[in-house]
């Protein structure tokens, strides 16, 4: 269908669908069931069976499943089917890993899917770009990703950059009016919108014409490539510390079975106990392991209200050392009260908070009738005119639709008993510029009822200022110079030393309206009428935020486009600006070198009257100085410098598509606490991954000693393959996976941030890791010695010793790892998880030991309950030297 050759009225009724009231909810259900919904097609995602048995391909494991056979070829039956009993539950626990990665995923997916706005039941609404059906009236502004196709019913300054179709870089200005001609193609399609493009500039509303595979984007999908699972470089550096482990644990497995048989071992034992130690020497787990934690931390930080478009953002969280945040909505409540208004040496203060349309207007202790007062009507009607916000009533509540500096302006009208009801028969719209952050204006040409044409322009106090020629003095137009426009500067001034936020209002006469008509033609020659002055209360938790942000070493700088004198106000209050502490302004920033910021950047904690081309600045200063930047942006404008930043953040409710899109976080309230809760968490995952990874390497390492010490002292073998494995699958994985579910110390935002150079081995884990490990194989050979010792002919109970020993061993030493300091520096009941892994792990354990049909299969026997203190003694001394050894460090520093 040729919808661009369509006047609107008939793609309404080819569409069954209502301009002024968009369809209703049991007709889009109707047509969504029908249609399906509005997404590409994605590739086929792999076979649940193929995903099982890749669990399989690693070359140990084919290794291990060989040498069952031949354990099966030489009558070892009950061995060759206890050892594929654990490759298999292996392959189910590696299976069952990646699936939760996979589906944490995917849910991350769908928390992240791009909202619209939709028509329903003559209410705008905002649903998931997926739901939305044909004959739907969608409207789109600047920064947002169109989710359809959709053709243009309404326009203003609208601008769409459509590289993704065309591969046109510059952006196509679109108008509502019907295209005739042939085969026009996309490029020329001047009243289309279509999936997958971006609005650059201005606003729409358009119908729904196509969705999912039937929109143009979807005719040319196949040449769409679904993202890649991302890797970390985390998981790269444990992937490249494996294969080094590998190597080492090969050349040790080797020796032990070199040795083994020159001393007379049977070479298929040997070989048999090589395989097993190799299998059990190598963390094959540990990358799953890694993916479940930092999918289960992501999970957690969704919880607490942040998604995590890009993993690696997980990592470099813990690295931040510079928040730089936006302040309207991210530091403050974003919800905005008119309590100040000035106009022609009047001043007003104005009652109520919040969006309840109550309040009276006061000149000091007198309240005042405003119909009788010209100047503060025609502000207030002005406010609300050259406005696409609305305040409506849902449950008994007054809700706000739009953008809350908006908002406070038609609140502020209509305690005066100006409504849009009220001023739509006194006024119509002819058409709008919107707002742009450069301009930092917004302005609207309006028609009264007598025919008179005029613009309305609104924006920042200073910049209105500018460009207006006179002002409304006494109810009399006065040239804006001289006094005037110090008294104009001394009111914002004032206003802005009580941390209001200023809009100034402005307008001019128009004598004719040309449907070309520019913003800059508009904008110039106005006529000042005053000021609101609102308030924008900070967040009650960003207090203690930015004080727990201190203290974990990390700078947050305030960034707005502000008054300075506000700015600095706010800044004080949060406690953001110290004493000291230099405040730039946008004028200023624009005049300086990138090297003279670089000077400078550190001292700074306030940027005031910026705009979103200075962001990307001051990130690089930051960065140039090393720091780790995270910075939050909600713009178009602002994507640059949220992509070039360490941790890009957008804001989930006032954040545009673009800005989404290039960010790695995204906060679901776009609040400021948030930020630091996911500092917080992303540190806590860093660390807990560093936990397993120490826990599962030292016992590792316990396993290959106590083998290898038993061949060079020519003793037999201490563990025998099956419990190797067993150990292996029950004692390392179970509590290793607990590890990652960890809660933070409670010194982790009292640290300074990470170094992004680090290691995962660095502050001393190799050796913790090695010498932890020497202390788990010493002991458990000593068990096995001393029992083998008493009873030289029962080789199966000092086996069983070595083998209760070495698990009780690594059970103890998993605590340890808990913390950097010591076992008792942290409530061990404090990770239930942790504990449970541990019991069943015990349970598991003795099972296996005093079970007698297990006793066949492991190699195991019933151990005397004296024996105990013996294995209990041994497994506990690795940790109480550890213990001491660190008490003995403390007493000589002091």
């Known amino acids: 269908m040729k919808w661009y050759e369509l006047k609107v009225d008939e793609v309404e009724e080819r569409m069954s669908s209502n301009v002024k009231g968009g369809l209703s909810e049991k007709e889009a259900k109707s047509r969504l069931k029908q249609y399906g919904p509005n997404e590409l097609q994605e590739a086929e995602k792999q076979n649940a069976f193929f995903l099982f048995l890749e669990q399989f391909k690693d070359f140990m494991v084919v290794v291990l499943l060989a040498a069952t056979l031949i354990s099966g070829l030489l009558g070892e039956y009950i061995d060759a089917i206890a050892i594929m009993a654990i490759v298999l539950i292996n392959g189910f626990l590696g299976f069952f890993q990646e699936r939760k990665a996979e589906k944490s995923l995917q849910a991350l997916k769908e928390l992240s899917a791009p909202q619209v706005i939709v028509l329903r039941e003559s209410e705008w609404r905002k649903v998931p770009s997926k739901e939305i059906v044909v004959g739907d009236i969608v409207k789109f502004t600047s920064g947002d990703r169109i989710g359809a196709d959709i053709r243009i019913i309404q326009s203003s300054s609208l601008e769409i950059e459509e590289s993704a179709l065309t591969g046109e870089s510059l952006p196509v200005v679109k108008k509502e009016n019907a295209i005739s001609g042939e085969d026009v193609s996309i490029g020329d399609q001047e009243n289309m919108a279509f999936m997958g493009t971006l609005v650059t500039r201005g606003s729409g509303v358009g119908m729904v014409v196509a969705t999912g595979m039937h929109t143009a984007m979807g005719q040319i999908a196949d040449l769409i490539q679904s993202a890649e699972t991302m890797i970390t470089p985390l998981q790269r550096r444990l992937e490249q510390l494996g294969k080094i482990l590998i190597t080492v644990a090969l050349l040790l497995t080797l020796l032990v079975v070199v040795v083994g048989v020159i001393q007379g071992q049977d070479l298929y034992e040997m070989f048999l106990a090589g395989v097993s130690l190799a299998v059990a020497a190598i963390p094959e787990g540990l990358p799953a392991i890694v993916t479940v934690a930092l999918s289960l931390g992501v999970t957690r930080m969704i919880k607490q209200k942040s998604i995590v478009r890009k993993l690696p953002a997980v990592e470099t969280l813990g690295c931040a050392s510079v928040i730089c945040s936006d302040k309207t909505g991210t530091l403050t409540q974003n919800k905005m009260s008119v309590t100040n208004i000035w106009s022609g040496g009047k001043a007003w203060t104005v009652s109520g908070i919040g969006y309840n349309p109550e309040g009276s207007f006061w000149i000091k202790d007198d309240t005042v009738d405003v119909k009788k007062e010209k100047e503060l009507q025609q502000l207030l009607t002005f406010g609300i005119l050259c406005n696409n916000a609305n305040i409506v009533e849902r449950n008994n509540q007054y809700v706000l639709d739009g953008d809350p500096t908006e908002g406070a302006l038609v609140v502020a009208a209509m305690k005066a008993g100006i409504t849009r009801r009220v001023i739509a028969d006194q006024f119509e719209i002819i058409k709008e510029f919107p707002f742009d952050s450069d301009r930092k204006m917004m302005s609207v040409i309006v028609k009264d009822k007598e025919g008179k044409l005029f613009a309305i322009t609104k924006g920042a106090p200073d910049v209105v200022a500018n460009i207006s020629e006179s002002i409304l003095w006494e109810g009399r137009k006065t040239f804006l110079s001289g006094k005037y426009e110090q008294l104009v500067k001394d009111a914002v001034y004032n206003l802005a030393s009580d941390a209001l936020r200023n809009i100034a209002i402005a307008f001019k006469p128009l004598q004719q309206y040309n449907e070309n008509i520019s913003e800059l033609e508009i904008e110039r020659n106005l006529t000042f009428i005053g000021i609101q002055g609102m308030i924008d209360p900070p967040r009650p938790e960003v207090f203690d935020a930015v004080k727990e942000c201190k203290e974990a070493g990390i700078k947050t700088v305030m960034i707005t486009g502000d008054h300075l004198v506000t700015a600095k106000a706010i800044a004080t209050q949060l406690g953001i600006l110290p004493i000291g502490g230099k405040v730039l302004d946008g004028k200023s920033l624009t005049q300086m070198t990138q090297e003279e910021l670089e000077e400078v950047v550190d001292d700074v904690y306030v940027y005031a009257r910026v705009s979103p081309q200075h962001k990307l600045k001051i990130v690089k200063a930051l960065q140039k100085k090393g720091h780790i930047v995270a910075m939050t942006g909600d713009g178009v404008n602002d994507a640059p410098a949220i992509k070039a930043s360490d941790i890009g953040i957008a804001m989930g409710i006032t954040g545009?598509?673009?800005?989404?899109?290039?960010?790695?976080?995204?906060?679901?309230?776009?609040?400021?606490?948030?930020?630091?809760?996911?500092?917080?968490?992303?540190?806590?995952?860093?660390?807990?991954?560093?936990?397993?990874?120490?826990?599962?390497?030292?016992?590792?390492?316990?396993?290959?000693?106590?083998?290898?010490?038993?061949?060079?002292?020519?003793?037999?073998?201490?563990?025998?393959?099956?419990?190797?494995?067993?150990?292996?699958?029950?004692?390392?994985?179970?509590?290793?996976?607990?590890?990652?579910?960890?809660?933070?110390?409670?010194?982790?935002?009292?640290?300074?941030?990470?170094?992004?150079?680090?290691?995962?081995?660095?502050?001393?884990?190799?050796?913790?890791?090695?010498?932890?490990?020497?202390?788990?194989?010493?002991?458990?050979?000593?068990?096995?010695?001393?029992s083998y010792s008493q009873n030289p002919d029962n080789l199966p109970y000092a086996q069983t010793v070595a083998f209760a020993t070495l698990v009780m061993a690594q059970l103890i030493h998993v605590f340890d790892c808990r913390s950097e300091k010591s076992i008792f520096h942290r409530n061990p009941f404090q990770n239930i998880y942790l504990v449970w892994a541990v019991i069943s792990s015990i349970i598991l354990m003795l099972i296996v030991i005093y079970f007698p049909p297990l006793q066949s299969i492991f190699h195991t026997v019933s151990i005397d309950p004296k024996e105990w203190l013996l294995i209990m003694g041994m497994a506990s001394i690795p940790t109480f030297l550890l213990v001491g050894a660190l008490f003995t460090k403390k007493n000589k520093m002091n």
């Open 656 to 786: 545009t598509d673009v800005a989404k899109e290039a960010s790695s976080l995204v906060l679901l309230d776009d609040n400021f606490a948030t930020i630091k809760s996911a500092i917080k968490e992303g540190r806590n995952i860093y660390e807990n991954i560093r936990k397993f990874i120490r826990y599962l390497l030292a016992s590792n390492v316990g396993e290959i000693l106590v083998m290898l010490f038993a061949m060079l002292l020519a003793l037999p073998l201490p563990l025998v393959p099956i419990q190797i494995l067993w150990v292996n699958l029950v004692t390392d994985g179970l509590p290793a996976m607990a590890l990652g579910l960890d809660q933070p110390e409670d010194d982790v935002m009292k640290r300074k941030p990470r170094n992004p150079k680090e290691g995962v081995f660095a502050r001393g884990l190799w050796w913790k890791v090695l010498s932890r490990g020497f202390l788990i194989g010493l002991v458990t050979l000593f068990a096995f010695m001393i």
